[in-house]
């Protein structure tokens, strides 16, 4: 057991030092902005199809694909409230579309049993906004939950994973705390940790740098990267903090009005000219979407009679 | 125009009750029929059973305790004029195990363990520990639902049958320990009095159905609450309102199908 | 703390028991011998009045059995009481008699059983026999009628 653990650990770390090794590849440059497919030479370990989905009489996706390649950080932007959680939600099997379909390593997720959902999830996880971590356990015991479930691993080994995966995030010293006793952007690290516990193929990201003083975030944008690096993730980054995403992401998609608007690597978008895109870009307060929300004229309502 | 208005309304209070009922059946059915877990459910159901029983054991002794005094008081008032104060036992211990002792604790245990279990759930879900669940590959009816369902299941006649014989015991202390009945006679009219089959069986029969009520409603009542600070509140507040309306109407149905 | 929540649970679960015990031995007195030891025996009456299942039926006051069931003999329309009886007192002879009584002036109805002779052509009453000697409950109306007519003739 000692023997193979090592060997594994032995794996990581020249996994991460091939990747470092690479990492300065080119990223293929390619006609921003049109409806062709990308043309990626890594192969894509999620697709989504043509996908729609409402929520009662509300549209919330009309028709969106898009490819997440294998081991590349890719974020989802978007102003708030277009749904991006609702997305990885689609993508997690935990929603089902109206249409279209979400392809995990070539499996149509939503047509699985459930038994073979859950085994496609094992190979995922996800970070949620909350950190979502299990109040009534302490840190070591959240990071271990999915570890004693799912492997058959002995506890002596799974205290050494844990305390693993804990360092790693900064928080081998919290194993023992309660959640209600972090802070906001230490339990998002925790949760991190029990993430990547069970070492998946895939991790989601929900909004992980909202609400974060800038040190917290600036110690989030690094794990992230470094752990797609290290363990070769496939990262998927839903995020509305443009300078923090397109830091870290190898590929973006920027969703608004229920589609897709562009799409590109962080250096295309920088340089793109589409109106709507600048705005959401540079944050500025009015352009191709409204500072109003829509209303009758101003000054006939003002002015105008009470009925 | 208003008649049709009335009338859709009452077809979607109708349709929201049917589905309610569907959601609630298809989330127990989810977390009872399972292949059990011996060695991964224990200690959650262990767990389950300090937060629902253990934690709710002072507050029901200590209302048997009251409730069998204040009985034994009333009862003796009035059967002493009759000269018939030797049927106190009967008549504390009848009333305790027949009616207040199922139902009193299940109205207890809606306030103390129902309520409880909603908030708990509905805060789970508003902070998605539920989703986090179903994303890391578990079913949160299994790892959550189940054992607090059965927690409920067991501790409910458990506490039932502590409240009936503190209840008891507080009668014999007003009855004979303050008003000076009869050790003996107290004791032997009771006994006489009270049945194995139609008395105590009856009443856990009453506590175990009010358990699976109590706590199917709780549990339903998080499990499906709006995940917000104000849904919750509304969920908590269903649970104790539903539990008890639940509890009292199911008490009246048994009663007439064993006494009746 | 997992090993006193174990710990607590653990006495819970004991205290339960306990109150199970404490109700059933101290508050309902069971025999736990219960159906097995039991045999019954069956009466026809022109009116039990207010007896009722689970009426005991006594012997000078002594509690012998319980009323089980009470049906009404669909051919001849008279009431049909069935008896559960105690085994430890299964030496009734067939002569043996039994009538609704009161108890008190107020006080619930029950079953007197008064044991008959016992002689060699008489036998010992066995499980689901009858009882032919029956005395039917005193109704208020009718003895109230039979004085009136009695004080009327004289």
């Given amino acids: 057991m000692q023997l193979s653990w090592d060997e594994r650990e032995w794996n990581h770390s020249s996994r991460a030092t091939l990747q470092k090794s690479d990492a300065n590849f080119k990223i293929p440059v390619q006609d921003f902005q049109t409806d062709s497919d990308m043309s990626q030479e890594q192969t894509a370990l999620v697709e989504v199809n043509n996908l729609r989905f409402s929520r009662g009489s509300r549209v919330i996706y009309d028709d969106i694909s898009l490819k997440i390649p294998k081991g590349k950080v890719t974020a989802i932007m978007g102003p708030s409230g277009i749904g991006k959680t609702t997305l990885l939600k689609l993508i997690g099997g935990q929603l089902t579309p109206d249409k279209g379909e979400v392809l995990f390593d070539g499996q149509n997720i939503h047509k699985l049993s459930r038994n073979a959902l859950f085994e496609a999830r094992k190979r995922m996880s996800m970070l949620f906004q909350s950190g979502a971590l299990f109040t009534d356990m302490n840190v070591f015991d959240n990071v271990a939950f999915a570890l004693r479930e799912h492997s058959e691993l002995p506890e002596a080994i799974i205290r050494r994973i844990v305390l693993m995966k804990l360092q790693a995030v900064g928080l081998r010293g919290a194993a023992q ?99 709507q895109l600048r705005q959401f870009i540079d944050g500025e307060p009015d352009g191709p979407v409204p500072f109003h929300f829509p209303a009758d004229a101003y000054k006939e309502e003002l002015l105008g009679a009470h009925d | ?178 008003k000076g009945i009869d050790d003996g006679a107290f004791w032997s009219i009771l006994q006489a009095a009270v049945e194995w089959r139609q008395d105590i069986v009856n009443c856990l029969i009453k506590s175990v159905v009010f358990a699976w009520v109590v706590t199917w409603i709780s549990l339903y009542r998080g499990y499906h609450s709006t995940p917000n600070p104000e849904g919750i509140s509304r969920a908590t507040t269903q649970t104790v309102v539903q539990s008890s309306l639940a509890v009292l109407a199911l008490d009246f149905l048994l009663t007439a199908l064993m006494f009746g | 703390m997992t090993k006193k929540i174990e710990l607590l649970v653990g006495l819970f679960l004991l205290a339960g028991l306990l109150a199970f015990l404490a109700l059933v031995y101290k508050v309902a007195n069971v025999d736990v011998s219960t159906s097995s030891d039991t045999y019954t025996l069956r009466a026809e009456f022109t009116n039990i009045g207010g007896l009722k299942v689970r009426s005991p039926v006594k012997v000078g006051g002594v509690v012998v059995g319980r009323v089980s ?44 059983l008064t044991p008959g002779f016992m002689d060699d052509g008489i036998s010992i009453l066995k499980d689901g026999d009858r009882i032919d000697d029956t005395h039917s409950a005193m109704v208020l109306e009718d003895l109230i009628g039979q004085f009136l007519y009695s004080s009327k003739d004289k």
């Fill in chain 2, 1 to 178: 125009m208003h008649m049709i208005d009335s009338i859709t309304a009452l077809g979607a209070r109708a349709i929201n009750l049917v589905r309610g009922m569907g959601q609630a059946g298809i989330m127990l059915w989810g977390a009872l029929v399972q292949v059990p877990r011996v060695k991964k459910g224990t200690p959650l159901l262990i767990k389950q059973i300090y937060v629902v029983g253990v934690q709710s054991m002072i507050i029901v002794v200590v209302s048997g305790l009251f409730i069998g005094m204040v009985l034994a008081l009333q009862g003796y008032t009035i059967l002493v004029d009759f000269g018939t104060e030797q049927s106190l036992g009967p008549l504390v211990a009848l009333s305790l195990l027949r009616e207040l002792g199922p139902v009193v604790t299940a109205l207890l245990f809606a306030g103390r363990a129902g309520s409880a279990l909603t908030a708990e759930l509905g805060l789970m879900k508003s902070t998605e520990q539920l989703s986090s669940l179903e994303m890391m590959a578990v079913d949160p009816l299994r790892q959550v639902i189940a054992p607090r369902f059965w927690a409920g299941l067991i501790s409910m006649p458990l506490l039932s049958l502590m409240f009936v014989a503190v209840g008891v015991y507080g009668g014999y202390l007003v009855g004979v320990s303050w």
């Fill in chain 3, 69 to 112: 069931a009470i049906s009404l003999d669909p051919e001849k329309l008279e009431p049909v009481v069935t008896m559960t009886m105690d085994k430890q007192y299964d030496k009734f002879p067939e002569t043996s008699s039994v009538s609704v009584l009161t108890s008190g002036l107020l006080g619930e109805q029950y079953l007197g």
């Fill in chain 1, 177 to 275: 705390l309660m959640p209600s006793e972090l802070s906001g952007g230490m339990q998002r690290r925790a949760a991190l940790a029990r993430a990547i516990a069970l070492e998946p193929e895939m991790v989601l990201y929900d909004e992980p740098f909202t609400g974060q003083d800038p040190i917290s975030m600036g110690v989030l944008v690094k794990l992230i990267k470094d752990l797609s690096d290290a363990l070769s993730l496939t990262s998927v980054v839903v995020s509305h903090d443009v300078s923090e995403v397109l830091s870290i992401a190898d590929y973006v998609y920027v969703i608004a009005e229920q589609r897709i608007i562009a799409h590109g690597t962080p250096q295309q978008l920088r340089q793109s000219d589409n109106p």
